[in-house]
C-alpha cells in the first residue's frame, strides 16, 4: 500500500479539503465598530435635540401670546384713558354742569340710553349723570362711558359747591342692558376712572 505524498502538509499533517458547507466567521474591525458606535450616539443626540427644540419652540409660542395678549391690554387702556380725559376736559369748560351731553359733542358719542346694571363703578362718585352711559368705538375698540358727580362741599355764605366730576370708561358695548364684552383679553379689568373737581358758583359755573 503506498502513501500519497502530496496529500500531507508542510509540516507532514495530512491537509484537509476544505468544506463547502462551512461558512467563515466574519470579525468586525475595529474601525467598523467604532462607526456602529458613533452612529448610534447620534441618533439619541437627534432624539434629545428634537426635544429641547420642541419645549423651545412651545415656550417661545406662550411668550408671544402673553406679549400680544398684554400689548393689546396696555392699547386698550390708553384708549379708554385718552377718551375719559377728553370727556373730563370739556366737561370741565362747562363749569361741571348737570346739562351737560357728550353726545352734542360730536366725536362719535351715542346718546343716552339706560346704564346697565352690571356697570360697576367705585363707590362715592356721586349720580350718575342723566341715569345714562355712551358708547363710543375708538381704532375698533367698542367701549361705554358713564359720567359722575358729586357735591363734595358748600359754602352757603358765598353760594360755591366743590364739585367731584368723574369719568368712567368699561370696555365692551351695552347690549339687551347689559355689560358685554367684545374681546376676552379685557375681562375681569375694571373700568378705567379719572377724577377732578371744578367750583360751581351761584351762576351755574
Known amino acids: 500500500m503506498r502513501l500519497d505524498l502530496s496529500t ?3 509540516e507532514g499533517r495530512l491537509a484537509r479539503a476544505p468544506s463547502g458547507l462551512q461558512q467563515p466567521v466574519r470579525r ?3 474601525a467598523m465598530k467604532r462607526y456602529r458606535f458613533i452612529a448610534g450616539n447620534t441618533l439619541i443626540e437627534a432624539m434629545v435635540t428634537v426635544v429641547f427644540v420642541t419645549i ?3 415656550g417661545g409660542l406662550s411668550y408671544q401670546y402673553h406679549a400680544a395678549r398684554h400689548t393689546r391690554v396696555a392699547r386698550a387702556q390708553i384708549t379708554a384713558t385718552r377718551t375719559a380725559q377728553l370727556l373730563l376736559e ?3 369748560s362747562t363749569g361741571g354742569s348737570t346739562e351737560y351731553d357728550p353726545f352734542a359733542l360730536g366725536f362719535g358719542f351715542s346718546s343716552g340710553q339706560a346704564a346697565p346694571n352690571d356697570f360697576v ?3 362715592g362718585l356721586g349720580q350718575t349723570l342723566h341715569g345714562a352711559v355712551y358708547s363710543i ?3 375698533g375698540l367698542p367701549m361705554v362711558v358713564m359720567l359722575k358727580y358729586n357735591d363734595v362741599d358748600e359754602d352757603a355764605t358765598a353760594r360755591i359747591k366743590l364739585r367731584q366730576l ?3 370708561v368699561a370696555f365692551g358695548e351695552v347690549i339687551d342692558e347689559k355689560l358685554t364684552l367684545s374681546e376676552s383679553c379685557l375681562g375681569g379689568i375694571r373700568p378705567i376712572t379719572l377724577t377732578t373737581y371744578v367750583r360751581v ?3 351755574g359755573g
Open 201 to 203: 358758583d351761584a351762576s
Open 56 to 58: 423651545a419652540s412651545l
Open 90 to 92: 370739556d366737561w370741565m
Open 121 to 123: 363703578v367705585p363707590t
Open 137 to 139: 368705538e375708538v381704532d
Open 166 to 168: 368723574s369719568i368712567c
Open 8 to 10: 500531507w502538509g508542510n
Open 28 to 30: 468586525l474591525s475595529p
